[in-house]
């Protein structure tokens, strides 16, 4: 099945208000650029957004924060997106924090079909507030539920017109989960590759998991801090 489609603005065509999206990336890496850009151009509102972090004021997820096009974000970092910050403070956009490795796993557990899981992270603190409790061979432990979306854009290195995917180093993030979390998956690539060209061994999301695809443009590559050594 040939998956391809011509552009980002047609592959958010289904894409509607108040729909919950997993976006792959850790900060400004690995981030799908131009699906981002088309939600900003279609005005979709009232959005829920499950990322890793938020980008910067006037990149990946910041651009909808600026068109206040996100109700809530579930995260697991604010980063350097002071618009983010003060969006949350004033009370203009709903935040879920979450420990890293707790958004990861309930991300994981979505994609598995497991409602729910129990950790020890978070025990004894805010994180736990609300949630149920159970202790094991001495050690207490929070459920948390697992989290699934509507859509998941991810952004990979390769990929092939059935959807098969390479990531490449660490844009090897959040996306491999979220692919296998969502009921609609677009995946964006820097290449576009024809069937046959990527080693088996080496794929990481089977195209068994993504709906459409696309060769994004233009990707910026930003660096969310840029820190040089003195001297």
Request: hydrophobic share 40%; glycine share 12%; aromatic share 8%.
């Amino acid at each position: 099945m040939d998956k391809r489609v011509a552009s980002a603005d047609a592959a958010i065509e289904k894409l509607a208000d108040g729909m919950t999206i997993l976006m792959g990336g850790f900060g400004l890496c690995g981030i799908p650029e131009n699906l981002i850009a088309a939600v900003q151009r279609k005005g979709t509102k009232e959005l829920t957004i499950v990322s890793n972090n938020a980008g910067s004021d006037d990149f990946g997820i910041g651009v909808l924060l600026q068109k206040r096009q996100v109700k809530k974000m579930i995260s697991s970092y604010v980063g350097e997106n002071k618009l983010f910050e003060r969006l949350v403070t004033s009370g203009e956009l709903q935040l879920e924090l979450n420990p890293q490795g707790t958004m990861s796993e309930r991300l994981r557990a979505g994609g598995a079909g497991i409602p729910a899981f129990y950790t020890p992270t978070g025990y004894g603190t805010m994180v736990a507030e609300g949630k149920e409790t159970r202790e094991f061979e001495g050690r207490p432990y929070v459920l948390e539920r697992a989290l699934r979306g509507d859509f998941a854009f991810v952004k990979a290195w390769k990929g092939d017109r059935l959807g098969n995917l390479v990531y490449r180093k660490t844009a090897r993030n959040f996306n491999p989960m979220m692919a296998t979390a969502a009921d609609y998956v677009i995946a964006e690539v820097e290449e576009l590759v024809e069937v046959g060209q990527l080693e088996p061994d080496h794929v990481h999301t089977p195209g068994i998991y993504v709906d459409v695809i696309f060769q994004g443009a233009n990707f910026e590559r930003r660096v969310e801090r840029l820190v040089v050594r003195k001297g």
